[in-house]
Each structure stands twice: as C-alpha cells, then as structure tokens.
C-alpha cells in the first residue's frame, strides 16, 4: 500500500527558532494536505497543495508541494508556543482514493 | 468544533468483547474515513465510505469491520478485541470522497482494552 514518510519524528526548538517538516513518498501524488494535532485534541486541517511547484503561506507557515509531486514541507517562521502540536501531512495517490497519513512530526517549543 | 460526532468518547471493555463506535459526519458531507491512532503513532487508515459504498479500505483487521447508513452516518465495530486494539478511534468526514478535500475530523473515541 501507499507510504508516506515524515522526518523528523520529534523537534524540540528555541521559541522564535524556525522548524521544517518534510514528507516523502516513493510514488505521484494526486495532492497532499497538511494537519495540525493539538496535544489531546483532533487533526485540524491546515491546507491542501494540488499543483507540482505549489507554494502556500498562511502567516508564518509556508508549505511547497516539490516538482515531481513525490514530496512536501511545512516550514514554520519564528515559532511561538502556540504551535506546539503534531504536525502531519496527507497524501493521496494518483488514482486511489485513500488518504494516508505521515507518522507526524511532534514539534515543543521551548519558551 | 468541527461538526462531526463521535459517541462514545470513552469505552473500556475487556478482551475478546464486541463494540461499535458511532460517527455522524457534518450536514452535506457524503463521505466517510475512520482512522486509528495508537499511542504517540500517526493515524492508520482503515476503512473509507462515500454515500453508502465502500471506496477504500486500509489496513483493517479482519476482526473489525464498518458500514455507513442511508442516513450517512457510520459505525465501526471491533470484535473479539484484544489489548493491541486500544487507541484512539477518529471519524472524520468530507464533502467529497478520496481525499480530494479538507478532512474534519470528530473528537475521537477513546477505546481501553482491559
């Protein structure tokens, strides 16, 4: 089946420090999205990247979807404590209708 | 709150037990994802529902199995249950089905297998 791989597992930052997390997949993705977990809280959706090249930013957050449509990242701006969370991308295939998830990055920020 | 209603939050039951955990997706959405979060794991994908009909199915045991209503909502049952089987459980809905739109996902229910 579909495999999405996100590296890394944990980061722990300095508040104001930037953090990436990266997404691979060893097949063409369709499209993929990113979601936010909340300690004790639900995956909230955070944006979806259809187009190969794509880049998105919502304030301090910027998210590429790579050339050959195989991998993304979320890179986050001077981090504040209110980004704690796991961080998770989701990735659907060509032609499946499955949306598999990453493992997660669990990102802490140290105030 | 995301509109999708999970019942029940928590359930604890013994080993070898049947449940069935209940999702009621937002007004209008149409399809249907169950998901299942181990302890510090992602989210395992399970099974996938678009107005009524099976569209994907991940890797879900034999043992459990799921089916969504003429009213859309589902409900996922998990039997003879082990103690590998406690996690948490996530419904989540979306307008469309195969994972072409925004996901909103339900507060979970919390499964303990004692």
């Known amino acids: 089946g579909q495999q999405v791989m996100q590296i890394p597992q944990y980061q722990h930052v300095q508040e104001g420090e930037d953090f990436t997390t990266y997404c691979n997949s060893s097949?063409?993705?369709?499209?993929i999205q990113w979601y936010k977990q909340r300690p004790g809280g639900h995956p909230v959706f955070l944006i979806q990247l259809v187009k190969s090249g794509e880049v998105k930013k919502q304030k301090r957050l910027t998210f590429q979807f790579g050339e050959a449509k195989k991998n993304s990242s979320l890179h986050i701006t001077a981090t504040q404590t209110t980004d704690v969370g796991t961080y998770f991308c989701?990735?659907?295939?060509?032609?499946?209708?499955?949306?598999?998830f990453g493992k997660g990055t669990k990102l802490s920020v140290i105030p | 709150d995301s509109g999708v209603t999970q019942t029940p939050k928590h359930l604890i039951t013994a080993t070898g037990q049947r449940v069935t955990l209940r999702c009621s997706p937002r007004s209008g959405d149409l399809s249907v994802y169950w998901y299942q979060q181990s302890l510090d794991q992602g989210l395992q994908f399970l099974i996938q529902?678009?107005?009524?009909?099976?569209?994907a199915k991940g890797n879900i045991l034999e043992r459990f199995s799921a089916q969504q209503f003429p009213d859309l909502h589902s409900e996922l049952n998990l039997s003879s249950l082990e103690l590998g089987d406690s996690a948490l459980y996530f419904c989540?809905?979306?307008?469309?089905?195969?994972?072409?739109?925004?996901?909103?996902f339900g507060q979970g229910t919390r499964l303990t297998v004692v």
């Open positions: 989540a809905s979306s307008p469309v089905g195969g994972g072409q739109a925004e996901a909103f």
């Open positions: 989701a990735a659907r295939e060509a032609g499946s209708y499955q949306l598999t």
């Open positions: 097949t063409t993705l369709s499209n």
């Open positions: 529902y678009y107005n009524g009909e099976e569209r």
